[in-house]
């Protein structure tokens, strides 16, 4: 089992940056593939980006390809989200998540563990 603690969303202006953090307890997180989702107010949950469980393969949404890298480090028990070239329709809360499914999923409905969650605000 696994509990993953986000942290680093915030107000930012349009254009900006910022860098998420997903840390995990226990001793297996390398055993895990890792993935980040945002909700937007009224809106589905979205799959953002995927990284494999020894980091090596990465896949991104569309929506973020270009502006957003997901990566890991293990020895840190962490999973990052580093944004850039925020848009006000990036606002939403941010969630990282976790998967013994080391195929890449897209679905929530794969992902085991989830975190509460960090507020992502940009503004135009």
């Given at each position: 089992q696994v509990q993953l603690v986000e942290s680093g969303g915030g107000l930012v202006q349009a254009g900006g940056s910022l860098r998420l953090s997903c840390a995990a307890s226990g001793r297996t997180f390398s055993t895990y593939a890792m993935?980040?989702?945002?909700?937007?107010?009224?809106?589905?949950?979205?799959?953002?980006a995927h990284i494999s469980k020894n980091g090596g393969s990465t896949?991104?949404?569309d929506s973020v390809k270009g502006r957003f890298t997901i990566?890991?480090?293990?020895?840190?028990n962490t999973v990052y989200l580093q944004m850039s070239s925020l848009k006000p329709e990036d606002t939403a809360i941010y969630y990282c998540a976790a998967t013994v499914d080391l195929r890449l999923r897209v679905s929530t409905t794969y992902y085991d563990y989830w975190?509460?969650?960090?507020?992502?605000?940009?503004?135009?």
């Open positions: 993935a980040w989702f945002r909700q937007a107010p009224g809106k589905e949950r979205e799959f953002l896949y991104y949404a990566s890991r480090d293990n020895a840190k975190g509460q969650g960090t507020q992502v605000t940009v503004s135009s």
